[in-house]
T-cell receptor, first 112, second 109 residues
Framework: DAGVIQSPRHEVTEMGQEVTLRCKPI?????LFWYRQTMMRGLELLIY????????DSGMPEDRFSAKMPNASFSTLKIQPSEPRDSAVYFC??????????FGSGTRLTVV | KNEVEQSPQNLTAQEGEFITINCSYS?????LHWLQQHPGGGIVSLFM???GKKKHGRLIATINIQEKHSSLHITASHPRDSAVYIC???????????FGKGTSLLVTP
């Protein structure tokens, strides 16, 4: 298995632009998580899905952030419009039976 | 107050030393994870624990559910063990992880 695949690895965008991050979970995993890592706040949950249904989005900072999971093999996290304070590393992770966790390599987002 | 507290925050050791990183949490949990992150790198899951003790190579993880405490031990430390080690818990109520701030470990030759 190729693991959890995220794209792009790096994204540099101008303030106000729309940013879309993508994630392909491990086949068979029924949980998908989006986490954000910053120096100030460490790792934080943004949202997670179970069987493609959003379960907890309380970590989504504001309406500028949205996430979708149209099928079991794909999820997106969109920021529109982006702001410099959104600069962070965004990790996608998936989990299956027994709580096993696999993280993607992350997307390093820089908003200038 | 963070629900997951790690100590120490930073740790420097000489190659070969025995290392212990501690994690305390305040909520009921279904599982505790130890994660490793190298500088600029991704996150790797080292252990998932719900009770007892697990061992993988030179790494040992223990958990005491009653005391809400876990430890990660590294025996015969090596410079390649230099990384940030993160403790994370999944609460009783769900699968999402709540993370500690991490312990930055530097092992010198």
């Amino acid at each position: 298995d190729a693991g959890v695949i995220q794209s792009p690895r790096h994204e540099v965008t101008e303030m106000g632009q729309e940013v879309t991050l993508r994630c392909k979970p491990i086949s068979g995993h029924d949980y998908l998580f989006w986490y954000r890592q910053t120096m100030m706040r460490g790792l934080e949950l943004l949202i997670y899905f179970n069987n493609n249904v959003p379960i907890d989005d309380s970590g989504m900072p504001e309406d500028r952030f949205s996430a979708k999971m149209p099928n079991a093999s794909f999820s997106t996290l969109k920021i529109q419009p982006s702001e410099p304070r959104d600069s962070a590393v965004y990790f996608c992770a998936s989990s299956g039976q027994g709580y096993s966790y696999t993280f993607g390599s992350g997307t390093r987002l820089t908003v200038v | 107050k963070n629900e997951v507290e790690q100590s120490p925050q930073n740790l420097t050791a000489q190659e070969g030393e025995f290392i212990t990183i501690n994690c305390s949490y305040s909520v009921g949990i279904s599982a505790l994870h130890w994660l490793q992150q190298h500088p600029g790198g991704g996150i790797v899951s080292l252990f998932m624990l719900s009770s007892g003790k697990k061992k993988h190579g030179r790494l040992i993880a223990t958990i005491n559910i009653q005391e809400k405490h876990s430890s990660l031990h590294i025996t015969a430390s090596h410079p390649r063990d230099s990384a940030v080690y993160i403790c994370a818990v999944a609460a009783d109520s769900g699968y999402a992880l709540n993370f500690g701030k991490g312990t930055s470990l530097l092992v010198t030759p």
